[in-house]
C-alpha cells in the first residue's frame, strides 16, 4: 500500500538552500533526524564550512563568534538540544540581538504524528518544541517536505530583519540522494 505521507527532504536540497541564502558556516551537535544534511555537508567540503561542537551551548557560542566575525552561519542541533541551551541562546540570540539560524531536529517524533500538528505528540521532547521557543519569543518556521524548503530563506531573512533568532523545526529524518 502506498504511503500518503510525501517523501521526507533530501539533505542536498537543504544543503544547496542554506547555500544560496548566503550561509556559509554551520556548528553542528551531531542529529540523528539530519544525519543525510550533516553527511551532504561533510562530502561537499568548500560550500558551508562545518564545524562540529560538542554541545549545544559551543554550538552557539561558536556561531555567534563567527556571526561576529562576519561569517553567516546555521546551528543544527536537535530538540533535546535546544532544552539544554536555553541560557546561551538567551545571552546569545536575544540578549546580544544576534540573528541565529536554528534547525532543530525533532528527534523521536512517532511516525503516527506526521501531517500532525507536533504539540499533539505523545512524547514532551517533540511536544513541548514549539510552547519552549513561543515562550522565548522566536519564531519558527516548519521544514517536513520539499514544499517546506522556503521556511530556510524565510527564517534567515526573519533573523537578519529582527536581529533575533529563528527556528526551523525539522520533522523529519532528512533523506540520502
Known amino acids: 500500500m502506498p504511503s500518503s505521507t510525501p517523501p521526507a527532504v533530501k539533505g542536498s536540497a537543504i544543503a544547496h538552500v542554506l547555500s544560496d541564502c548566503g550561509i556559509d558556516s554551520a556548528t553542528v551537535v551531531p542529529d540523528f533526524v539530519q544525519i543525510a544534511t550533516h553527511q551532504y555537508l561533510d562530502a561537499d567540503r568548500g560550500r558551508i564550512d562545518v564545524t562540529y561542537c560538542a554541545n549545544e551551548n559551543q554550538a ?19 530538540n533535546q538540544g535546544l532544552y539544554n541551551c536555553v541560557n ?4 546569545c540570540g536575544l540578549d546580544a540581538r544576534i540573528p ?9 517524533r512517532e511516525f503516527s504524528n506526521f501531517g500532525q500538528e507536533m504539540r499533539a505528540s505523545r512524547r514532551h521532547m517533540v511536544s513541548l518544541l514549539e510552547p519552549v521557543l513561543d515562550a522565548l519569543a522566536i519564531a519558527h ?5 520539499e514544499a517546506d524548503l522556503g521556511a530556510l530563506e524565510a527564517a534567515w531573512n526573519h533573523a537578519k530583519r529582527s536581529h533575533t533568532p529563528a527556528a526551523v523545526i525539522v520533522g523529519r529524518h532528512t533523506e540520502w540522494d
Open 60 to 78: 552557539l557560542h561558536v556561531a555567534s563568534g563567527l556571526y561576529i566575525g562576519g561569517r553567516q552561519p546555521v546551528i543544527m542541533m536537535q
Open 88 to 91: 546561551s541562546l538567551r545571552a
Open 100 to 108: 541565529l539560524l536554528l534547525m532543530i531536529g525533532q528527534f523521536g
Open 141 to 145: 518556521w516548519n521544514l517536513e517536505t
